[in-house]
């Protein structure tokens, strides 16, 4: 079965550190853009960040740029996001997604989500 | 503030026709293809449309789309009430390098 589960998420004090993971199986990993995505409680999608296939081009929202950081190890099948200098605003459930093959270089379609992890920044 | 812009509801009953727009821009839509995706209270996205028009297998039917311009089109028809969920729509966009979503449209089946 084709699946992504993240972990990691949990109640951290502003300024502070997490690292989410989200783990691959069902499907060769290395051969797959992936990118993070967040929701508010309560509020919609919105997108966080996106690796291609060998972390050799990344990129950010405006939002996050310059504290988080997306890396992939293929080896383990495993994306990651480390996310630093926390802020109440970034408390959002985080989802993983895989990008649809075929829509690389025409939109980037997410056609298998995780199930989420939960992160909470307050004091 | 979501760069592209849907309704934040609708609604119809069991069999009706319903449709959901999403406004963009020439960054976003204008220029690059559309995604849709349906969630489901308490669970995951799932994508139900992508390159503006096309299903993913196993999405029936029922869920069409249609770009024209900066504007974009979900439309649901012969409505269950299993479609009950919450609809975003995405582009990505060239100024922002990643892909913009639509602060998402609650589908209510009366």
């Known amino acids: 079965e084709v699946q992504l589960v993240e972990s990691g998420g949990g109640l951290v004090q502003p300024g502070g550190s997490l690292r989410l993971s989200c783990a691959a199986s069902?499907?060769?990993?290395?051969?797959?853009?992936m990118h993070w995505v967040r929701q508010a409680p309560g509020k919609g999608l919105v997108w966080v960040s996106r690796t291609n296939t060998d972390d050799s081009s990344t990129s950010y929202a405006d939002s996050v740029k310059g504290r988080f950081t997306i890396s992939r190890d293929n080896a383990k099948n495993t994306l990651y996001l480390q996310m630093n200098s926390l802020r109440a605003e970034d408390t959002a459930v985080y989802y993983c997604?895989?990008?649809?093959?075929?829509?690389?270089?025409?939109?980037?379609?997410?056609?298998?989500w995780g199930q989420g992890t939960m992160v909470t920044v307050s004091s | 503030q979501s760069v592209l812009t849907q309704p934040p509801s609708a609604s119809g009953t069991p069999g009706q026709s319903v449709t959901i727009s999403c406004s963009g821009s020439s960054s976003n839509i204008g220029t690059n293809n559309v995604n849709w995706c349906q969630q489901l209270p308490g669970t995951a996205p799932k994508l139900l449309i992508y390159?503006?028009?096309q299903r993913p297998s196993g999405v029936p039917d029922r869920f069409s789309a249609s770009k024209s311009g900066t504007s974009a089109s979900l439309t649901i028809s012969g409505l269950q009430s299993e479609d009950e969920a919450d609809y975003y729509c995405?582009?990505?966009?060239?100024?922002?390098?990643?892909?913009?979503f639509g602060g998402g449209t609650k589908l209510t089946v009366l």
């Open positions: 995405a582009a990505w966009d060239g100024s922002l390098n990643g892909p913009v």
């Open positions: 390159n503006s028009n």
């Open positions: 997604a895989r990008v649809l093959a075929i829509t690389v270089f025409s939109g980037q379609a997410f056609d298998i």
């Open positions: 069902g499907f060769t990993f290395g051969s797959y853009w």
